[in-house]
């Protein structure tokens, strides 16, 4: 790291040439050993540096030793898939309709082309389109949830 | 601003503590299938190496490590439970779908954190769209419970109030000082860690951290200005 112990900055509380950064440094312990040495002597001959400095200690410390409520082990039960899981379900998908609307395309054909007579036709017909319509109007439902829907990731 | 609370001796993240003494799983404790070795001892990146590789103890081990963290980082940037829980279950389930892009050599917690805060990014963004502000105003601590670990009642009291009002402020801060300060200050990240979750140049990492540190003590002496009868 450069020295940057001279560099003038505003704010330094000092009003002196000080990067006042290597006070957060010097606190972190993330300074060389050269920047170490010129922040320490420097709070050795600087009262407002040393306060803000002290400061600085006192709320990195407060920070550090607050501790948060964490869920029980019994909340994470939930294993997250693995991707391997989650694209062979989707491929899976895939196929399962692709399948199903081609045969579904293959049977409305044959009732087509048969020998029903036209009422028997539009009954078969009527009948399937109103499964079919609940089904779309079910499946647009099902994937317009998804997105927020955090337990499709999840294993029960 | 008077800051006086006693300094106590080098802290460490609750997280850090208490990783691998939870409640261990028949799977997890199962010598590794892949390795043949005893998973317990084993570091993130073996797990997550035999993880890639389908050992499902190891994955299992992985995601009880990781989650535990995950929560607690996006607790802290998400300040409200529930939120956290959907960030963590999030960022788990894109973690363990991108463990192939993690580089050899890296350390993994980053890589995760990384992805947390992304999530936490996400949902605050949303959030943002449907309600003007994400933290209540009249609840600055968004629900979350702080728990108070220090033995002598006096010190623990000045202790907890102070970081009760560093908690409040925090909240008041820029979405890009409060991160800063929660991977430095709360989940005690180096510099190098740091960079790689926000993606930014290690050499900018202490003068942003700074900036962050000035304007939480500047929120700080504002709030003891606005309390004062």
New interface residues.
Partial sequence: MTDRTQHPTA?APCGRRFA??????YL?G?LTQGDRQRVRLHLEDCPDCRARF??????????????????A?DQ?D??????LS?WSRRLGWALVVTWAAGLACFLLWQIAAGPESLLEKTVIFGGILGVVLLFISVLSDRLRAIPTD?YT??HK | MTLDTPIVGPARDAEKKTRGRGKASPTATAPSVAAGVDLEEATDRQLVTWTRRGDLAAGDLLARRCRRPAYLLALQLMRNPDDAMDVAQDAMLRFFSTLDRIDKGRPVRPWLYAIVRNRARDLMRRRQVRRHDPIAADDPEGGVELVSAAPRPDADAERAELQRRVWSALARLSEGHREILVLRDYQDLSYEEIATVLKIPMGTVMSRLHRARKALRDQLIGDEGTSAP
């Fill in positions: 704010s006042e950064e290597l006070l957060s440094g972190d993330a002290q400061e600085m200690t006192t709320l990195r410390e407060a920070t550090m030793t607050t501790r948060f409520a964490i869920p082990d994470w939930e294993t997250p898939r693995g991707a989650l955090r990731q999840v």
